[in-house]
């Protein structure tokens, strides 16, 4: 069995150390693939493990918000790194994206699937539909959802736990033979394989 790190911030124990702001200062494609098995932490108890990414790459990439440049909408992509990035989406759904590169590259990863550690209870009455378990974060919307971020948490600071949420690692290392697939419910940029999963795992989401 791994050895778990455990890390502390104001007296609270984490299930891991949270990652530093120099992870995310890279290309948004490399990041994607070292965020899966790391894990998507709130203080009010609610974690899931990351099992499921998708890469934007700011000016290069059609099918970024940020492609055009920066507005009042995707301010926050052009932020520092580590931030979390939220929008509202189909009128209906809000997402979820880690900040990655440098300040003003408009670049990030878009957090698709958890698998549920903690804070189960909360998850399903978050999202009393689900039928499993597995259908709790399977998916940017639902895993907003479940752990209960909304647009207050646009801008927030992964690095430094703002508004209550982190990414840590626990010492699971990303897989070693991610899928990688074209991003889902995009019009342009459609043969990128810029979507990565964990092999197998049964919270991916689905097309």
Not at 70 to 89: I, L
Not at 156 to 179: E, H, K, Q, R, S
Not at 194 to 204: F, M
């Amino acid at each position: 069995m791994a050895m778990v790190r455990v890390g502390r911030l104001r007296g609270m124990a984490l299930p891991g150390e949270i990652l530093p702001r120099s992870f995310y200062r890279r290309d948004p494609r490399v990041v994607a693939v070292d965020l899966l098995n790391k894990i998507l932490y709130s203080a009010d108890g609610r974690s899931g493990r990351i099992v499921e990414t998708e890469a934007y790459c700011g000016d290069l990439d059609p099918a970024a918000h940020s492609y055009r440049g920066k507005t009042a909408r995707n301010a926050t992509m052009f932020g520092p790194p580590g931030m979390m990035y939220v929008y509202f989406t189909y009128g209906m759904h809000w997402c979820c994206n880690a900040v990655c590169g440098e300040v003003d590259e408009g670049v990030g990863v878009l957090l698709r699937a958890l698998a549920p550690l903690s804070g189960l209870q909360a998850m399903r009455a978050a999202r009393p539909k689900a039928r499993r378990d597995e259908d709790l974060c399977s998916g940017p919307a639902r895993l907003t959802q479940a752990m209960g971020i909304r647009g207050e948490q646009d801008g927030i600071d992964l690095v430094a736990f703002g508004g209550g949420f982190c990414i840590v690692d626990d010492g699971t290392a990303p897989p070693a033979d991610p899928v990688a697939t074209p991003r889902i419910g995009v019009s342009r940029a459609t043969d990128e394989n810029w979507r990565w999963h964990v092999r197998g795992d049964g919270n991916v989401s689905r097309r």
